[in-house]
């Protein structure tokens, strides 16, 4: 199913007897779905017809600055970790992202269980202890993750080629 086609059947235009309470939601939810895979193919072909990965980056930097909002404010998914392919079986959620957050008061964590995404990993994002200290903000983070990005330094190479190697979403 082409993915504009799908999200154009989950748009509701008339009263539907058919979808019982909370099917509205259900839809809503397959519509972020489709929302990903979209965003993944428009990754793809952005790398294909030449743009940078300092071009793309800049848009998921931003994206942790949309956390700090107030709840109902916030972005409707959670935060993935940089390190797993983003539509893989091993995704996870960012720990960074959890622990700079007050975890309990993420909408994307939230939203989350109740679309069975996540059980007991939303316990274990509420609970998370980083061992190390992590920026205050997701502000805080984009600004020092955008700092520099046009000229990365040669550790920041090594680590954009390990996570490039380890993703096969990436290659």
């Known amino acids: 199913m082409d993915i504009a086609d799908g999200a154009a059947g989950l748009v509701a235009t008339r009263n539907d007897p ?4 909370g099917g509205r939601v259900s ?3 397959q519509l972020l779905e489709l929302a990903e895979r979209a965003l993944v193919s428009a990754v793809i072909y952005e790398r294909k017809r030449g743009s ?3 071009e793309i980056s ?3 930097y931003e994206k942790l600055r949309r956390y700090d909002a107030d709840t109902p404010d916030q972005p409707l998914r959670q935060f993935q970790c940089h390190q797993s392919d983003a ?3 091993s995704r996870r959620i960012c720990a960074d992202w959890a622990g700079c957050h007050n975890a309990e008061h993420l909408l994307g964590l939230r939203l989350a269980v109740l679309d069975g995404r996540i059980d007991t990993t939303y316990q274990a994002a ?3 202890q ?3 200290p992590l920026f205050t903000s997701g502000g805080e983070a984009a600004d020092h993750g955008q700092k520099g990005i046009d000229a990365p330094v040669d550790e920041d190479r090594r680590k954009i080629h390990k ?3 380890t993703r096969q979403d990436l290659q």
């Open 18 to 21: 058919d979808t019982g309470p």
């Open 27 to 29: 839809q809503a939810f």
């Open 52 to 54: 940078s990965w300092t």
């Open 58 to 60: 800049s848009e998921e």
């Open 87 to 89: 539509g893989g079986d």
């Open 126 to 128: 509420v609970n998370y």
């Open 130 to 132: 980083s061992p190390v």
């Open 163 to 165: 996570i490039t190697q």
